[in-house]
């Protein structure tokens, strides 16, 4: 369906798709189906353990990384935001990298609700552009060349928070959704895990988290190459668990 950014399809006289609003968004994990009997999860379930604060929702800034085209023939034309430098766990007080926010939900949500339908394909993208074709090899580079440009201009700035209408007011306005499909928002749940994330008990929480990855194509864990040799015996005890945050904010 054409463009999901910039207004959408705006409909005739303009363009003769059907109109359509914005709705790119970054999917952190899919349901599948609300029925149970399928593999899914009920829908009151998800809602009931997103209030309960069981996952932990950051102020979530974002810093695009890249655009690309995926596999897809003719490709989706997707924006990226993946943690352009790794997670330093043997200091404390260390920047975290862009993105961690992104991250650290998606493995919370994988970590917690373990039902088979549930998945995310292509985690930490935000596509833009549906059956993307150039009309010459040149008009292609030109256009991932611009994109480039906007990219490194947006990382000048540095990560910026996200806004929303359903909490507009509040100091930390961000927070994550649930939609049936893309034109179909059910749900917001906002911040309950605010800054600042340097104090020991938290920075114990996020790295418990970003210490691994989830491999779409095993469908399994695996440790984040820069948390390998870096752990300290807290962390590793808390990866223990089916859901550290438990056991750590006990300590």
Known sequence: DGWLVGGGEPGPPKSYKL??????????MRIGTYNPDWGGIAEQEIVDVMR???????????LPTAVVANPDKPP????????PT?????????????????????NQLFKHFQNPSRFCPGAFHSTILRKAE?????????????????????????PQPLLNEENSSAEYNSGIY???????????FPPNFLPPYDTDEKRQIILSFLAEEWDEKTLSWKKAP??????????????????????????
């Open 19 to 28: 109109p359509a609003k914005d709705s790119a968004h970054v999917e952190i």
């Open 178 to 188: 649930l939609f049936t499909d893309r034109t179909k928002i059910t749900h917001f």
């Open 76 to 83: 989706e034309l997707e924006i990226r935001f993946d943690m």
């Open 52 to 62: 309960s604060g069981k996952i932990l929702i950051p102020q979530i800034t974002v």
């Open 226 to 251: 820069a948390a390998e040799q870096s752990f300290g015996s807290k962390i590793i005890q808390a990866l223990d668990c089916g859901n550290p945050i438990e056991k750590l904010m006990a300590k």
């Open 86 to 106: 790794p997670v330093d766990f043997c200091n404390m007080k260390s920047e975290l990298p862009p993105n961690w926010q992104l991250r650290f939900i998606h």
């Open 134 to 158: 150039f009309r010459s090899q040149k008009h292609e580079e030109a256009y991932f060349a611009m994109c480039k440009a906007v990219i490194t201009k947006w990382a000048l700035d540095g």
